[in-house]
């Protein structure tokens, strides 16, 4: 307890003040909890000084946080993005790193490859798996039969960019692979399989109607893939490292934009006598529940989930629900509050409740927040040049 309340005060997160008028304090309590290796051996014991969170109201100060500390995986992903497309604005690859690239060809795409002359980052990761939407889809959907695919121009990369897609940059920046292979890929070697894959694809979502109306692969069937691919693992290296493989991997995935741009605001279907914006988040956070469940179950161990982005600035949101399609291109407000305040507010909320309700299980879940950066870029008053048409 001394050496809490000694950091408090050395990071100057503790500050003395006078109680403002028509204010109650909040009390504080003491938190202790057992510090445990993988074979459940005590390592050690932490405490922390917390608010009662129960006296805080909901729409009033319930989201806030008094002894606020930043995740930094977060911090670092929000970083690596933002530099990444500060880089592409400006007509540069995004290497990563500070010297020692050299250029390489993968598939058609020019890019810049960390040398061993890098400084590479030790994160104790096996391998990296990805699930979701096009921002993660890596070619899975070449695959299949849909008119969703990147085998045409300008995605002659496979990847609905023409640069890096998300899962590559952050494959890249913990040091795993320079790209994330689709799973469906048939020349993928066993040791592309021990690092990790990407069973995204692009047009799906967590309401299961979404993907039957692009035909794509639906999160459910991406997590029937991934149990495949641990029986590929197991035929190939055992069952005992395929569990280590598996548990210390990290886990990431991402949707919900195609549910609401493609279904409930373009399809009469979903709305509004079956559902309220309100509901058919429920519906999709429920979703959402049941497939970090799943993976749990599966021997997932360190699991992030993205956030929705600025949906309101996509072309097609701007186009189908500007006035002026043609000379009126700003975002469209209401859904990208959709996005912020319904859907990853609520995430955010669920995440919290899980790590609670998963405390003793050695899990560890993080929200990976890509609607504020990328509103960042789009905002006219800060340093970025980029147009929303030229968001997604």
Request: charge should be positive; include cysteine; glycine fraction near 6%.
């Amino acid at each position: 307890m001394k050496k809490e309340l000694d950091s408090i005060r050395n990071n100057n997160t503790l500050e003395l003040t006078n109680l403002p008028p028509d204010h109650k304090t909040i009390g504080l309590k003491w938190v202790f909890k057992l510090k445990r290796d993988s074979e459940g051996n005590i390592l050690k014991h932490k405490e922390r000084l917390v608010a009662k969170g129960y006296v805080q109201k909901l729409g009033v100060d319930f989201e806030e946080t008094f002894a606020r500390v930043a995740k930094l995986d977060t911090v670092r992903l929000i970083f690596v993005i933002t530099a990444h497309q500060e880089r592409y604005n400006r007509g540069k690859a995004c290497d990563l790193c500070e010297e020692g690239v050299e250029t390489v060809r993968n598939g058609g795409l020019q890019h810049e490859k960390v040398s061993n002359k890098s400084k590479v980052i030790s994160y104790n990761l096996s391998a990296l798996l990805i699930f979701g939407d096009s921002l993660l889809d890596n070619r899975n959907n070449n695959y299949i039969n849909n008119l969703l695919k990147t085998n045409f121009k300008p995605y002659p990369t496979g990847r609905f960019t023409n640069g890096l897609l998300t899962a590559d940059i952050i494959a890249r920046y913990v040091g795993i692979k320079d790209f994330l292979p689709p799973y469906l890929d048939p020349s993928l070697s066993i040791e592309d399989l021990m690092t990790g894959v990407t069973f995204a694809s692009a047009g799906t979502g967590f309401d299961p109607l979404t993907s039957t109306i692009t035909n794509v692969i639906p999160m459910s069937k991406q997590l029937e893939y991934f149990k495949e691919y641990q029986k590929k693992l197991e035929e190939a290296i055992g069952k005992k490292r395929t569990r280590d493989l598996i548990e210390k991997a990290l886990y990431i995935f991402g949707a919900g934009t195609y549910d609401f741009i493609h279904n409930y605001f373009s399809l009469p279907i979903r709305r509004p006598s079956t559902y309220t914006v309100s509901s058919y988040t429920n519906l999709l956070l429920k979703n959402v529940q049941q497939f970090i469940e799943v993976l749990m179950e599966q021997g997932a161990r360190r699991i992030g989930v993205m956030g929705m982005p600025p949906i309101g600035c996509m072309p097609l949101a701007i186009t189908a629900h500007s006035k002026n399609p043609l000379l009126e291109r700003d975002c469209v407000d209401y859904m990208n509050t959709v996005a912020s305040k319904y859907y990853n507010e609520r995430l955010q909320l669920l995440l919290k409740q899980m790590q609670m309700k998963f405390a003793d299980s050695h899990v560890k879940f993080v929200y990976l927040d890509i609607y504020g950066p990328l509103s960042d870029i789009i905002t006219p008053s800060n340093n970025y040049t980029m147009c929303p048409h030229l968001l997604f």
